[in-house]
């Protein structure tokens, strides 16, 4: 019975502008003030969820948009295995993590004990450092 009352509130209340209105309206229709006032705020509970949800799968989209080309970069370089996760800025050299040291729009820098592998992202490539010095750099 509460049920066939809400649907009958919640379709009654569908075609008003304002929320004073539909609460009038749904007065007017004999059903009580409590009634009225819980299906105005499901109704705006759902109209908030709704919106929400549009919200979360624009945001979802554009970070979709906005991932990287790359997001695994394998390189071999003087027999070291280097893989970086870009996106999620994690770095592994010789299969054990590397430590995320320097970040800006041109390059990520890690490190692992003497080794350094440096990810170029806007010329795709990666270079390898032993001990400070330049060892390779290869083309992805």
């Not at 229709?29 to 799968?57: F, P, V, W």
Request: glycine share 4%; with cysteine; net charge positive.
């Amino acid at each position: 019975m509460m049920m066939k009352v809400m649907s009958l509130v919640l379709v009654a209340m569908a075609g008003c502008s304002s929320s004073a209105s539909r609460m009038a309206d749904c007065q007017a229709q004999g059903i009580s003030k409590d009634a009225c006032y819980i299906a105005e705020q499901n109704r705006q509970a759902s109209i908030n969820s709704a919106t929400e949800n549009a919200a979360l799968r624009n945001a979802a989209a554009q970070y979709a948009q906005a991932t990287p080309k790359y997001k695994k970069v394998t390189a071999r370089i003087d027999g070291i295995d280097i893989k970086i996760y870009p996106a999620d800025k994690q770095g592994y050299i010789e299969s054990t993590a590397a430590a995320l040291i320097e970040e800006n729009a041109d390059a990520q820098v890690y490190q692992k004990g003497i080794f350094t592998a440096i990810w170029y992202k806007r010329t795709h490539q990666v270079a390898l450092m032993r001990d400070g010095k330049f060892v390779a750099k290869t083309k992805i």
